[in-house]
Each structure stands twice: as C-alpha cells, then as structure tokens.
C-alpha cells in the first residue's frame, strides 16, 4: 500500500481506469492524479457498443462514465490518445509513444483486453471486424442494413449481441461456431441450447461444431471457407472470437503475468508501487479461493473502486461473486459465479418457462447461477453462493418458494 503517494498515474483509461479516477477523489485523495489513455474519448463503458450504440439507440456520448469536465473539475490530469510504451519501475516512471515521459509513485494498470485477431488466411481483409471500442461498434453499425450479409465467427457474448442487433436491422445473419453449443466458456450447455434456440427462432443461421479456415473475396462478396469444405458468402465478417489481455507493458517491465497481471485482492501486483484492476488483472478471489481472469463490466467498476481505495489508504480487499449480463433479443441472462465446470444442475422454471433460473451444485452447495428474465432472482442467488452453504435441492427447485426467504435461511 502506498499512502504516502503524491501522484497516482493511471495507465488505461477505459472503465477501470476512469472509475479509479473518481474513487480516489471522492476518497478525499489530495495528491495529483493522471490519467493516461490510448483513445480519443474519455472514459466509457462498453456493454452498449454491443447494444444500444451498436443499434444507433443512443448517441457516443451517452457511454461516458462522466461528461470530459469531470476530469478537469476534480483535478485529474486526463490525456486521451496517448500511449504508454515502457515502464521503468527503477525509476518509477512511465514512457510514452510521443516521447514523454511521466513518474510517479504509485501506478495503477487498468489496460484492459482486446479482440483477438482470427489468424487465417484473409483474415487482414479490411471488411472483417472485430468489436472492442467505440471506433469498431460505429464501423460496424455502417454494416446493419436490411438484407447486408453478416458472417459472425464466434457464438460469445459479442457475437451473439451483435447478430441479435444485426437481426433487428434486416440483416441476414450467418454465425460459425467451432464449439457444440454457444458460450460454452460461460455457461451450462443447457444454456447455450437455450440461446441457440433463441437465435434461429430469431431467423439467425446458426452453425455450431463448424471451423473457419479461410476468408476470401470473391466478386466483391466475401468468401467463408470452412474445414468441413462448406462455404459462406457474407458482405462483412464479425470475429467475436474472445479477448487477451494488454498485459505486454507489464510483462516487459517484469511484473508477474500470468493470463492477466496477476494482482492479489487488493490490487497489488508484484511490485509495491504498481497495482492493476479491471480485464487486464488475474487476480486473487478470496470468495473463491482462487486466481481468476474476468472481463465484465462489474469487476471493473467494483475492483477498480477497491483498488483505488487500497490507493487512497484503505485496507479493505476486493471480494465478490463474479457477476455478468447479456441482452439479446427479448432476453436478459444474468449469470453468476465462475464455476470450473456447468454440472448438477437445480433448475427453478424450465427453458419453455416466460422466465427460469437455474443452479450449478457442487457438494450441495450452490456455486453459480443463470437467470433467464429473472434479474430479481440474482441477488439473493449471489448471496447463496458467497456463503456458500448447502441448499436442499427440493426447496431450491421449489419455484413457490421465495429465493429471498432461502437465502435468509441458509
Ligand atoms: C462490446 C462489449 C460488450 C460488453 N458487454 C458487457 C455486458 O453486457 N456485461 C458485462 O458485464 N460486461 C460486458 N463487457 C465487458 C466490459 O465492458 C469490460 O469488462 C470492461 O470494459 C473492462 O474494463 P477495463 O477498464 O478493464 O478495460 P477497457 O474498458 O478495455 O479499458 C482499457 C483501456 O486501456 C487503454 N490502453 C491499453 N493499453 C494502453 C496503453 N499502452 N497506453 C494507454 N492506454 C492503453 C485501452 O485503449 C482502453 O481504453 C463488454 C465488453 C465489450 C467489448
């Protein structure tokens, strides 16, 4: 913990790191503040580039965590599209593209994640797009006319909301999906069905256990070759193929990295002066026992806020049940908790049901959760897994009783 600093620099400032920024204010945090980032808009959140912004429902502006004179008002020092190239954690500085360099003596990481870049052939083709920031989601809108062909490789979260979208637009929607069910990272498999379902009931041409191996222009359309000696014809790619952490800066400087800046549950990396928060960390979850990467928009609003705490002076650790939502079409899922594996199964409601949510058990104990238009049932499931006691399965599939009332019992 570093309480004596006198200027916290923020390298990243997307969700993480503009929240860091607020907290260490609001905190009564008297020392300077930077805050560095590689974009040209001050800090947003990105669930609606999917969405809402994706869909043209909402102007840019209306994904800013706070209005640009936030930043100015409360004295932090916010330099939008700059990069940061190099730290020197010796000299505890850290080095820009333009030349610049700016020290510190406390640093706090909140880099995020990128897309991951399919790596095929024609895969550089400059009408295959990927969806990360506000550039890409505006780029692609241009795409969501009645009747344009979108291929979509990748049945993740983005995928999937982006062909929903594309649907409302007109569009005629391919997606290619490696795996046998969609969100098979994520979710129960039953889940995945259900989502799979939804998507052709949608009018999307949804095809799972299918490989791209190639991309090629053909008479202006392009071309996507798979393994099995199939073909698509699209007018634009969607990879939504995952994201990997920006995590080059701190692998260079020699903190430790593992699938993210590994960090414990306080944000501190391996060096005493330098913390990290948001997509970019692999940090420690005393909840649950264990190391975990999460790109959701709750752990970097809510571990960026304790990190800049732990910044500021405080002593208190990051702990939560991991949280994330999607939506698409008419349905919102909600799921919680990061459970190695989708098995055992407690369901409240059935996937023909208006509304379900279902239980991942492990020893009897509930460790994760999906709602389906259910959102209501989400707290209550997040305070059974925290405590992580066991639950008579009979009562928990019992949809008559209340999951406030089992929660306050177990
Ligand atoms: C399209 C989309 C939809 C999503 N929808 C949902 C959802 O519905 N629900 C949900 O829970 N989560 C959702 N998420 C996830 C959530 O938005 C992310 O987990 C969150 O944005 C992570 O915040 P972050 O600050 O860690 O990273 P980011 O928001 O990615 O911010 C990192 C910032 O660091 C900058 N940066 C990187 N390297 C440098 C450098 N060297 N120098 C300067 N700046 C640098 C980047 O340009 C970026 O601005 C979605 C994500 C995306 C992309």
Known sequence: MNVAARHILIVGAGHAGGVAAATLRQTGFTGAITLIGGEAHPPYERPPLSKELLAGAIPVEKTYLRPLAFYTENGIAFRPGETAVAIDRAAQRVELANGDTVPYDALLLTLGARARR??????????????????????????????????????????????????????????LEVQREPLQRVCAPEIGRFMATLHRRNGVNLRTGVAVVAIEEKGGALEIRTADGETVAADIVLAGIGAQPNVELA??????????????????????????????????????????????????????MAVAKVMAGGDRPHAEVPWFWTDQYDVNLQIAGAPKRWDDLVWRGGPDDKAFTVFAMQDGKPVAATTM?????????????????????????????????????T
């Open 118 to 175: 399919l790596a095929l052939p024609g895969a550089d083709h400059p009408r295959v797009l990927y969806l990360r920031d506000i550039v890409d989601s505006l780029a692609l809108r241009e795409h969501l006319n009645t009747g344009a062909r979108i291929a979509v490789i990748g049945a993740g979260f983005i995928g999937l909301e982006a062909a929903a979208v594309a649907r409302k637009h007109g569009a005629a929607v391919t997606v």
């Open 251 to 304: 692998h260079a400087a020699g903190l430790a990295v593992e699938d993210g800046i590994v960090t414990d549950e306080f944000g501190r990396t391996s060096d005493p002066n330098v913390f990290a928060a948001g997509d970019v960390t692999r940090h420690f979850n005393p909840l649950l026992g264990r190391k975990l990467r999460l790109e959701a928009w709750q752990n970097a609003q809510n571990q960026a």
């Open 373 to 409: 238009n259910n959102g209501r049932e989400m707290r209550p499931a997040r305070e059974m897994i925290a405590r992580g006691r066991a639950v008579d399965p009979a009562r928990l599939a019992d949809a008559k009783v209340k999951l406030q009332d089992l929660a306050r019992e």
